[in-house]
């Protein structure tokens, strides 16, 4: 079996450049997309940012606020300029970087749909040997064990996420989790 390489970034499925970049540097990749829900992956960003020191606003809501204004026109920059780069794209794309659907369909123009597996988090933390098995067998590698399924990057919330704020979120993302439940299969967890 030839060698394998790994790498990982939650940044690569919205970059507008990853997905030509994985085809033209790396012809015959395998791209896994680990998705989980999208209210809470954008409030867990917000928080990660903020302990990172990239979030300089530390009221969810606020930054929600202003994540319109941060990204005009950024992605388009990005995409006229290979080499450049946005730091409100990397760090501010907070509702964004949720809307999964799109970003998969721009990375499946470059490496193929049938190079691509999407995974939910949340079934990988419920039940991880499953989809473990499903990596595997996507990857074409043989199975040998189970490995120690650990948490990371798990922060404490210092408070629950206002339910108003968490109502329309979960309406903003409504015909975008429509869209996923195309690449799962089934509708995504969170919203069964």
């Given at each position: 079996m030839p060698?394998?390489?790994f790498e990982s970034s939650p940044y690569y499925l919205y970059h507008p450049h990853a997905g030509a970049r994985m085809a033209r540097d790396l012809p015959g990749i395998k791209v896994i997309v680990l998705v989980r829900d999208p209210v809470e992956r954008a409030y867990s960003q917000h928080a990660h940012e903020v302990a990172r020191g990239f979030e300089t606003?530390?009221?969810f809501?606020?930054?929600l606020d202003l994540e319109p204004a941060r990204l005009r026109g950024q992605r388009e920059r990005l995409?006229?300029?290979?080499?450049?780069y946005s730091f409100s794209h990397q760090h501010h794309g907070?509702?964004?970087r949720g809307e999964y659907a799109v970003y998969l369909r721009r990375m499946?123009?470059?490496v193929g749909r049938e190079r691509m597996l999407v995974v939910e988090s949340e079934r990988f933390f419920t039940d991880p040997k499953?989809?473990?098995d499903s990596v595997l067998a996507f990857l074409g590698l043989p199975h040998l064990s189970y490995p120690e399924f650990e948490q990371h990057n798990a922060r404490p919330r210092s408070?629950?996420?206002p339910a108003r704020l968490r109502a329309e979120l979960v309406a903003h993302y409504a015909p975008h989790d429509t869209a996923l439940a195309e690449w799962l299969g089934r509708t995504p967890s969170w919203r069964a």
């Amino acid at each position: 079996m030839p060698p394998q390489t790994f790498e990982s970034s939650p940044y690569y499925l919205y970059h507008p450049h990853a997905g030509a970049r994985m085809a033209r540097d790396l012809p015959g990749i395998k791209v896994i997309v680990l998705v989980r829900d999208p209210v809470e992956r954008a409030y867990s960003q917000h928080a990660h940012e903020v302990a990172r020191g990239f979030e300089t606003v530390s009221d969810f809501a606020q930054a929600l606020d202003l994540e319109p204004a941060r990204l005009r026109g950024q992605r388009e920059r990005l995409l006229a300029d290979e080499h450049a780069y946005s730091f409100s794209h990397q760090h501010h794309g907070y509702r964004s970087r949720g809307e999964y659907a799109v970003y998969l369909r721009r990375m499946a123009e470059h490496v193929g749909r049938e190079r691509m597996l999407v995974v939910e988090s949340e079934r990988f933390f419920t039940d991880p040997k499953p989809v473990y098995d499903s990596v595997l067998a996507f990857l074409g590698l043989p199975h040998l064990s189970y490995p120690e399924f650990e948490q990371h990057n798990a922060r404490p919330r210092s408070a629950p996420m206002p339910a108003r704020l968490r109502a329309e979120l979960v309406a903003h993302y409504a015909p975008h989790d429509t869209a996923l439940a195309e690449w799962l299969g089934r509708t995504p967890s969170w919203r069964a």
